[in-house]
């Protein structure tokens, strides 16, 4: 993947972010709840605690486990499920080893559920709950060393 191309996924992914995030009162929120140190450092966060499966990466698949949390008043994450799991193999189609996709979600929910407190979002200048979806993505060139896959 070109650093083009790994621009243009980054941005995606940032962008699915901001869209994802939906108050739960089902209201629009004045201010939205915030990785501390915002978003670039959310994606730092994830890809330098994220492990990827080792038949995954031997067989060149790929993909995004998409995970869903609630943002509490205070900062903290509650109540992350996987909402989708999208794998790929190297020629594109989708990849059903119920095995590895068990995997792979474990491991997203893993790495959510190690996050610190958030910085809460606000309505009316008081704290609100607000629910996030965060795509978790699996590729071997988005992972950082050192490397530590998954048996």
Not at 20 to 37: D, L, S, Y
């Amino acid at each position: 993947m070109s650093m083009k191309t790994n621009n243009i996924w980054r941005f995606a992914t940032i962008l699915l972010l901001l869209l994802t995030a939906i108050p739960t009162c089902g209201e629009t929120v004045e201010v939205m709840p915030r990785f501390p140190g915002g978003d670039k450092a959310l994606m730092e966060f994830i890809e330098n605690n994220l492990h990827c499966p080792k038949k995954m990466l031997k067989i060149g698949a790929y993909g995004r486990v998409f995970v869903s949390f609630t943002v509490e008043k205070d900062g903290t994450i509650t109540g992350p499920k996987d909402v989708k799991t999208l794998l790929k193999k190297k020629s594109g189609k989708p990849y059903e080893n119920t095995r590895i996709v068990k995997q792979c979600e474990e491991e997203a929910m893993r790495v959510v559920k190690m996050m610190p407190r958030w910085i809460p979002g606000t309505q009316n200048g008081e704290p609100v709950h607000v629910k996030f979806c965060v795509p978790i993505m699996f590729n071997k060139k988005m992972l950082k060393p050192p490397f530590k896959p998954v048996k």
